[in-house]
């Protein structure tokens, strides 16, 4: 019986995409490559479009949301509503869906991912965008990355989705269980992370305390400091009473 996990094969893409090489903005003298992407991570109904959008428009940079599926539909020869069934899926699901889209494409359960890879890893060289979802936090090269998980209690989502989708509170709870699992599932999966773990973020930010504006704020704020960081060097030191 043959091994039909897409790790090993995943692993490998990721292996094989050099960033660091590419990566725009390194400084010769400095040897310190510059924070030029941010990575937005969400939870269904945290907000994670509106404040994208907020980040990149006072940035100046490409926003790549619902437009980098568009760009991964685009390479696979599909109208980007294909895809809208297998994004952010687990493997499970996209290997039925993406199979049964087009018989021409020899659709495997590791395409959808072999395509988001290779369109990021292009988004890496280029610099200068905020990708929300898709995995991106956890695929994205940390040294020039500034990776965001945003979070808001259960009511302030549902409230949320109900707004935005019409739902009643309950439908609007059901998208969110589902959507959730789903997403947290295809980071397992594919780039073999725990989308809930906050140690893989550079900053956990609950959107429930403040306006998309003061949000974006926070994490524009966040990649300055970051860049900054990168610049200063690094002393190996233990303040008083910490562990």
């Known amino acids: 019986m043959h091994n039909t996990s897409p790790r090993p094969r995943t692993a490998a893409l990721l292996k094989a995409t050099s960033y660091t090489a590419n990566t725009p903005g390194q400084s010769e003298a400095t040897g310190v490559t510059a924070v030029r992407a941010v990575a937005i991570s969400r939870e269904a109904g945290a907000l994670g479009a509106s404040v994208g959008q907020e980040v990149a428009?006072?940035?100046?940079?490409?926003?790549?949301?619902?437009?980098?599926?568009?760009q991964i539909a685009d390479e696979m020869g599909l109208q980007s509503w294909s895809l809208d069934t297998v994004d952010e899926r687990p493997r499970s699901l996209v290997r039925d869906l993406l199979a049964g889209l087009d018989s021409r494409l020899g659709a495997s359960s590791s395409c959808y991912a072999h395509h988001l890879l290779k369109t990021l890893d292009s988004l890496a060289a280029r610099g200068e965008c905020v990708v929300v979802?898709?995995?991106?936090?956890?695929?994205?090269?940390?040294?020039?990355?500034?990776?965001?998980?945003?979070?808001?209690?259960?009511?302030?989502?549902?409230?949320?989705?109900?707004?935005?989708?019409?739902?009643?509170?309950?439908?609007?709870?059901?998208?969110?269980?589902?959507?959730?699992?789903?997403?947290?599932?295809?980071v397992k999966e594919y780039p073999g992370k725990d989308a809930t773990d906050p140690g893989l973020y550079d900053l956990v930010l609950n959107v429930s305390r403040?306006?998309?504006?003061?949000?974006?704020?926070?994490?524009?704020?966040?990649?300055r400091a970051l860049e900054q960081a990168r610049t200063q060097p690094r002393h190996a030191s233990v303040l008083p009473g910490t562990e």
């Not at 490409?62 to 437009?67: F, S």
């Not at 403040?210 to 990649?223: N, R, S, V, Y």
């Open 57 to 70: 428009s006072r940035l100046g940079w490409r926003l790549y949301d619902q437009a980098l599926l568009d």
């Open 133 to 186: 979802g898709r995995g991106a936090a956890h695929i994205l090269p940390a040294e020039s990355t500034l990776r965001v998980r945003l979070v808001a209690p259960r009511a302030f989502r549902i409230a949320a989705i109900q707004q935005d989708r019409g739902m009643t509170a309950e439908e609007a709870g059901r998208w969110i269980d589902a959507t959730d699992r789903e997403r947290v599932r295809f």
């Open 210 to 223: 403040f306006t998309i504006p003061q949000a974006a704020g926070i994490i524009i704020d966040a990649l």
